[in-house]
T-cell receptor, first 116, second 113 residues
Framework: DGGITQSPKYLFRKEGQNVTLSCEQN?????MYWYRQDPGQGLRLIYY???????QKGDIAEGYSVSREKKESFPLTVTSAQKNPTAFYLC???????????????FGPGTRLTVL | AQSVTQPDIHITVSEGASLELRCNYS??????LFWYVQSPGQGLQLLLK??????LVQGIKGFEAEFKRSQSSFNLRKPSVHWSDAAEYFC???????????FGRGTSLIVHP
């Protein structure tokens, strides 16, 4: 089955620690996205990548970092610089412009990060 | 810049009643419009989308939405709600030529038996 997987589903971190959230897709999509979701605030864009080895900051990139070394993978690192990292994190992917279905994002199941 | 407003934070309906969730957008030209649904602790699932053509769009799970340019709205409707429809609903807008959609803050649907 094609889809997007995120792991782990639940993650606990102590203050001051960096942590990396995994996002993998086997949909052959070029574009990938990371969103943060807090209650009542909808989805806010952290980073996005249109193509391998390239990525751009979203609206709330401070305290986060990403890499895109492979088309299938777009890991997100939450660094100790992120002041309030407890949230639900969603990864999404989308076909490249001009490809079928290019208009729609497909979402993973999410990772809930809790800082203790 | 594009923006989306979902005026209702919570909506409560009885099972079997009709439903309308509101979405207003701000964008100069005709945008791409989407409705997603999210069950607790899950990712988002696309219900329907509008790009052009017929302004009444049919989606999955019996949902439909109507694009009204004069009102800058894209409201989601369902004639008879089921208990399993209880979830968070997000409206999103994407400007033509933009790679990035903007999401509304979501409306939480509560269904009473």
């Amino acid at each position: 089955d094609g889809g997007i997987t995120q792991s782990p589903k639940y993650l606990f971190r102590k203050e001051g620690q960096n942590v990396t959230l995994s996002c993998e897709q086997n949909l052959n999509h070029d574009a990938m996205y990371w969103y943060r979701q807090d209650p009542g605030q909808g989805l806010r864009l952290i980073y996005y990548s249109q193509i391998v080895n390239d990525f751009q900051k979203g609206d709330i990139a401070e305290g986060y970092s990403v890499s895109r070394e492979k088309k299938e993978s777009f890991p997100l690192t939450v660094t100790s610089a992120q002041k309030n990292p407890t949230a639900f994190y969603l990864c999404a992917s989308k076909p490249s412009e001009g490809a079928p279905g290019t208009d729609t994002q497909y979402f993973g199941p999410g990772t809930r990060l809790t800082v203790l | 810049a594009q923006s989306v407003t979902q005026p209702d934070i919570h909506i409560t309906v009885s099972e079997g009643a009709s439903l309308e969730l509101r979405c207003n957008y701000s964008y100069g030209a005709t945008p791409y419009l989407f409705w997603y649904v999210q069950s607790p602790g899950q990712g988002l699932q696309l219900l329907l989308k509008y790009f052009s053509g017929d302004t009444l769009v049919q989606g999955i799970k019996g949902f439909e939405a109507e694009f009204k340019r004069s009102q800058s709205s894209f409201n989601l409707r369902k004639p008879s709600v089921h208990w399993s429809d209880a979830a968070e609903y997000f409206c999103a807008v994407r400007a033509g030529g933009s790679y990035i959609p903007t999401f509304g803050r979501g409306t939480s649907l509560i269904v009473h038996p």
